[in-house]
């Protein structure tokens, strides 16, 4: 059974930072693309940013490039967003998510597996 669980959210000041961690189980973790995405209240899932099986490609929506970094260690079947910079409007429950392929994902409806989330509130 897959299992992708995100921690370190919570609550932070604007101009603040948090890494989130998602540590996955159930699968062979270097076969999968990861994804992080987040969901503001009364809004759709977007996509913030994803990552190749191997690390060596990543991808950002524009809202957070320059500002978040996502990696991963699979020796450690766990994937990082390290987000700095941290503005009101990310406030927001952050998902991970796990793609089986060997390129990068931005669509929501791409990735086979989810977590359940973590909050991020961001106060001004």
């Known amino acids: 059974q897959v299992q992708l669980v995100e921690s370190g959210g919570g609550l932070v000041q604007a101009g603040g930072s948090l890494r989130l961690s998602c540590a996955a189980s159930g699968l062979t973790f270097s076969s999968f693309a990861m994804g992080w995405f987040r969901q503001a209240p009364g809004k759709e899932r977007e996509f913030v940013a994803t990552?190749?099986?191997?690390?060596?490609?990543?991808g950002y929506a524009d809202s957070v490039k320059g500002r978040f970094s996502i990696s991963r260690d699979n020796a450690k079947n766990t994937v990082y967003l390290q987000m700095n910079s941290l503005k009101p409007e990310d406030t927001a429950v952050y998902y991970c998510?796990?793609?089986?392929?060997?390129?990068?994902?931005?669509?929501?409806?791409?990735?086979?597996?989810w977590g359940q989330g973590t909050q991020v509130t961001v106060s001004s």
């Open positions: 990552i190749t099986w191997s690390g060596g490609s990543t």
């Open positions: 998510a796990a793609k089986g392929g060997w390129s990068r994902y931005f669509r929501r409806n791409q990735y086979d597996y």
